[in-house]
């Protein structure tokens, strides 16, 4: 008899939880409708949602607009603000004026031609992100990414969004029950209960009695309470890589109502770590990501407050332990982890509800029809979701490993021990030849393209050797681009507004949707 | 620079106006904001289009009356012989509340005018002219209001593009400029229509689509001036 697969149950009710529960159920909506499938969300009245990430990536619009959720409401009720990208203060020499931008516009022309190598061959005093995109100068005005004309979700500047996470999951909760036919069940889940063949058939919860289900999604974050403990899938540690393990964070107030908010994430380095600062319309979070085996929570406390100034008085801390890597398998029989119950990386790059997007849409894409094909999806699943945290962590260590900054907690980041061998290659070859379309990053989904490298690795200084005569057949192509990127430049600028003020119009007006 | 004061028969009785229409008084504007009432009028000379407002992002409707900024080529040396939308034919007044308020700084006061009140301090003509164009601004602006929303809230709204190629080989892109969505229009469910049609916007919605014949019709005024401007300059 063929099993088919109609029931979804997810366990956990955070960012993930909802966001997973929000994608399936927009995905399968005819079958919601015609009553051949539910997605049933069971969440703890009891645990506290950790409601990590504040900062998202550019294809959190499609998945919200593919949802049907208004991109005014969640400026209204998440506290939402316009992100263009991070700017990496001192990562490099740890100089006052040492900086970079990682925007989240391509360089122009991106599909046509490299711009590398003949930036490289005459940089004009300009940096990269500046000869090639306009937005690192739009972040430096603290402008808005677009206009109060701009329809939703549509975008002038490509931008994702700097959002506070506990408003967020209870907005997406609303649109998910309200809107998709989300069963929402709260419950705490007792007892995990397997068939011969040790798939899950069913939860005992405590208030709910028991809950059955054909494919069950874990996003009970760090416990995975099905993956992790009842499945017995074991959690691969990267702190080899990444050393960061601890973060101190900080809700900081503006100055005044009217403070301008940066439409970008600063993100700064110290003696042993990194803050994050990110502007909210009604305050800026703030959180000092560091290793403790180089620095106490004392001294990380001290650089902490110094950094954020005399707004800082007053205000305590909150340290979150970090532990950095990922289960050693992302589905196992019908069980599926999304979210921190899949693992955790330093939030460098934001790339928490990122993930939670690709996978839930890869799981809503690929909804298999019955238990007899699951295990072809959840390989290619597996497949995937390894190369996709392979490569984050890759590219979360390449802003470490290009630094010439002297104390220990980087000069140990620079140990070639710790590199990666992808990256390691990666890097090798990069020195005869600039990141582009040809290099391995050829998956649809790729979470950080070509272009997330080359404005890492020239915003630290990296230089590849050009060989002589190599750009002059692509010289006018790539002169015309510049071109047209000094001409885009100074006509936004002048263009767009500043963050705050769109924001604050947003929620006057309102976006349209056309 | 606005100067705005509540109009009244003691400060501004020797106030006069000058009511025609031409470029230096402000009837130089490519679109114009109407109302629903206007509609018919509008619809025989000028495409009714949507666009959104620079401030708020909010649509309005209005007439198109060219196509570069400044021009309305239906303007000539003796002004404009065409329907002219209301909110031109206002010139230099405004209602606050219930009265009638002016810009002092408009261009259009000017001792050539014609005068707002009689000798015995009465409203002329003019200004009752004026006074009833008001009583059917004003209300109109909530119901042209109204209508809008609905045709946001339906999703009767999409954008249009125009393309012109002229003779004197320039070309103009427009863009921010919506229209109805005919498509939407067709597949409305049958309450929804008759809604419409009870409230009166069905007609508008027609005269909104009509009007679109006018756009090339206003290309070919468009051409006649630009040629026209290139023949003198041959010459």
């Not at chain 1, 391509?106 to 004009?124: A, C, S």
């Not at chain 2, 239906?74 to 007044?93: A, C, K």
């Not at chain 2, 004026?130 to 609905?150: H, W, Y």
């Amino acid at each position: 008899m063929i099993h088919s697969v109609q029931n979804i149950v997810i366990v956990g009710g955070g960012t993930a939880g909802w966001l997973t529960a929000g994608v399936i159920a927009a995905r399968h909506q005819g079958r919601i409708q015609a009553g051949t499938f539910t997605v049933t969300l069971i969440e703890s009245p009891n645990v506290p949602i950790i409601g990590v990430g504040e900062g998202t990536w550019p294809t959190l619009r499609t998945t919200l607009e593919k949802m049907g959720v208004s991109e005014t409401e969640l400026f209204r009720h998440c506290d939402a603000a316009f992100k263009q990208g991070a700017r990496f203060a001192r990562w490099t020499t740890g100089a006052e004026d040492d900086g970079y931008y990682h925007p989240l516009m391509l360089p122009q022309g991106f599909t046509q031609v490299n711009l590398v190598p003949h930036w490289l061959e005459d940089e004009k005093g300009r940096t990269f992100c500046d000869a090639v995109t306009p937005q690192g100068a739009l972040c430096d005005d603290g402008l808005a990414p677009k206009t109060i004309t701009t329809p939703e979700y549509q975008a002038v500047a490509n931008y994702a969004y700097h959002l506070d996470a506990g408003k967020f999951a209870p907005f997406i909760q609303k649109h998910c029950t309200m809107k998709l036919g989300v069963r929402h069940v709260l419950a705490d889940v007792q007892t995990v209960n397997r068939a011969e063949n040790g798939d899950i058939k069913s939860l005992t919860t405590e208030q709910a009695g028991e809950i059955a289900g054909d494919l069950f999604v874990d996003c009970t974050g760090f416990r995975s309470l099905l993956l992790g403990q009842a499945l017995g899938v074991g959690f691969k540690d990267c702190n080899d890589v990444l050393f960061c393990d601890t973060a101190m964070a900080m809700q900081v107030p503006y100055e005044s109502a009217d403070a301008a908010m940066a439409s970008h994430t600063i993100s700064t380095a110290h003696s042993a770590g990194w803050t994050w600062d990110i502007g909210l319309p009604t305050r800026r979070g703030i959180g000092y990501v560091y290793s403790s085996r180089h620095i106490s929570d004392e001294r990380a406390e001290e650089e902490l407050r110094r950094y954020i100034g005399p707004q800082a008085k007053g205000l305590t801390p909150r340290k979150i332990p970090i532990r950095s890597g990922h289960r050693q398998t992302f589905w196992k029989n019908n069980c599926v982890a999304v979210g921190l119950a899949s693992g955790f990386l330093e939030p460098l790059e934001s790339s928490a509800i990122v993930l939670v997007e690709l996978a839930a849409k890869l799981i809503a894409e690929q909804m298999p029809a019955n238990r007899e094909v699951m295990d072809v999806v959840a390989a290619r699943f597996n497949d995937v979701n390894h190369y996709r945290w392979g490569r984050i962590i890759d590219f979360l260590k390449l802003h470490y490993v290009l630094t010439k900054r002297p104390e220990k907690f980087w000069q140990d980041n620079t140990d070639p021990a710790t590199v990666p061998d992808r990256l390691k290659n990666l890097l090798h070859l990069w020195k005869y030849q600039p990141p582009w379309f040809f290099d391995e990053f050829d998956r649809i989904e790729e979470v950080f393209p070509a272009a997330s490298y080359q404005y890492v690795l020239y915003g630290m200084g990296f230089r590849t050797e050009v060989m002589p005569g190599d750009t002059s057949g692509t010289r006018s192509a790539a002169a015309t681009y510049m071109n047209e990127n000094v001409a885009m430049t100074r006509k936004l600028r002048t263009q767009l507004p500043k963050n705050r003020e769109l924001v604050k119009k947003i929620h006057e007006y309102g976006l349209q949707t056309i | 620079m606005t100067k705005v004061e509540l109009l009244n028969n003691h400060t501004h009785r020797d106030l006069k106006v000058q009511a025609g229409a031409a470029a230096r008084y402000g009837d130089n504007q490519r679109f114009v904001a109407v109302i629903a009432g206007e509609f018919p009028h509008l619809a025989v000379h000028y495409p009714i289009l949507l666009t959104k407002d620079q401030d708020t992002g909010a649509f309005f409707i209005g007439a198109m009356l060219g196509f570069d900024e400044g021009e309305n080529l239906f303007l000539d040396q003796r002004g404009m012989e065409t329907y002219r939308p209301l909110n031109l034919q206002r010139g230099p007044f405004f209602t606050a509340g219930n009265e009638v308020a002016i810009d002092l700084d408009s261009p259009r006061i000017d001792d050539a005018g014609k005068p707002l009140f009689t000798e015995s301090g009465e409203p002329t003509q003019y200004l009752q002219s004026i006074m009833a164009l008001f009583r059917d601004l004003k209300p109109g602006l909530e119901v042209t209001k109204n209508f809008v929303e609905t045709l946001s809230r339906l999703k009767l709204i999409e954008a249009i593009d125009i393309d012109l190629a002229f003779d004197d080989g320039t070309k103009r892109r427009l863009d921010g400029l919506y229209t109805i969505n005919q498509d939407v229009l067709r597949g409305l469910p049958d309450a929804n229509v008759i809604d419409l049609f009870r409230r009166g916007y069905l007609q508008l919605i027609y005269l909104m689509m009509a009007s679109l014949k006018q756009v090339p019709v206003l290309a070919r005024r468009k051409n006649d001036a630009l040629l026209k401007a290139t023949s003198l300059l041959s010459v």
